[in-house]
Every structure is written in structure tokens, then in C-alpha cells.
């Protein structure tokens, strides 16, 4: 079976800032809503099914926290990285708020950050062109 085009399963860094990339729009930007430009992703719509949503949710964004090991990523970088899951983790178990909270707080979006600034310093090769 071939690979997706452009998409590796390598443990290199540029196959990981594919990967993490990518989850991160599959998390946070997958939807626009319509009428308005505000977009939303899974996080969000698997965060309305009450505590396993969130644990499912959770699960997810940890799963960047790996990649971020895979790239030999700092164990404070990881800890933010975990902090920031573990933060949106909590306010979705708080039924309402954590729904609200998806739309401000998304916790993957902040960990892709801290990933693609330890890429662009360590790994400057596997920078892209965001449009």
C-alpha cells in the first residue's frame, strides 16, 4: 500500500511536523461555521459528549506530546505541552464552560506552536510556507 502523497510515517522531523500539523487543523480549524469565519474541529465536537468526549479529546492532543518526544523536544516544553491538554482537559469536564472554552482556549493549537518553534530553531529544514 502507498503512502499518502506528502505524507510520511518516517519519525524525522519533517514527517512529524506533517503529522502534528496536520491533527492540529483535524482539532481545531476542520469546520467553518457558517455564516461566520470562526472555525472549529473535533476538540470541539467530541468535547459535547459529556467526560469520555473530553478524555477521547485529551487523548488526542497528547498524542503531540509524543511527536514532540520523537523529536527529542525539551521535557519543560513537554511539560507546557501537557499542561496546556491537561488545562483543556479540565474545563471540559465543567459541562457548558468546556464547550464554550473550545472556541477560545485550544490547547492544540498552543502545543503546535511550541513544536513548530523547536522545528524552526533545531530543524530550520523542515520549515514551510503557511498560506
Known amino acids: 500500500m502507498q503512502p499518502t502523497p506528502g505524507f510520511s510515517i518516517g519519525r524525522d522531523p519533517h514527517s512529524v511536523r506533517q503529522r502534528v500539523v496536520a491533527l492540529e487543523k483535524l482539532l481545531e480549524r476542520s ?7 470562526q472555525t472549529v474541529g473535533l476538540d ?23 511527536e ?23 474545563l471540559g469536564l465543567i459541562p457548558g464552560v468546556g464547550d464554550v ?5 485550544r490547547s492544540n493549537s498552543r502545543n503546535l506552536k511550541i513544536i513548530k518553534r523547536h ?7 523542515t520549515a514551510t510556507i503557511d498560506s
Do not use: C, E
Not at 469546520?31 to 469565519?37: E, L, M, N
Not at 514532540?68 to 479540565?90: H, K, P, Q, Y
Not at 522545528?119 to 529544514?125: E, S
Open 31 to 37: 469546520f467553518t461555521i457558517p455564516g461566520t469565519r
Open 44 to 66: 470541539a465536537l467530541i468535547g459535547l459528549v459529556p467526560v469520555g468526549g473530553d478524555v477521547i479529546a485529551a487523548a488526542m492532543g497528547l498524542y503531540m506530546v509524543w
Open 68 to 90: 514532540a518526544r520523537n523529536i527529542g523536544m525539551s521535557r519543560g516544553a513537554m511539560v507546557r505541552m501537557v499542561g496546556n491538554v491537561g488545562f483543556d482537559w479540565l
Open 101 to 105: 472554552a473550545d472556541f477560545f482556549y
Open 119 to 125: 522545528l524552526d530553531k533545531h530543524h530550520p529544514a
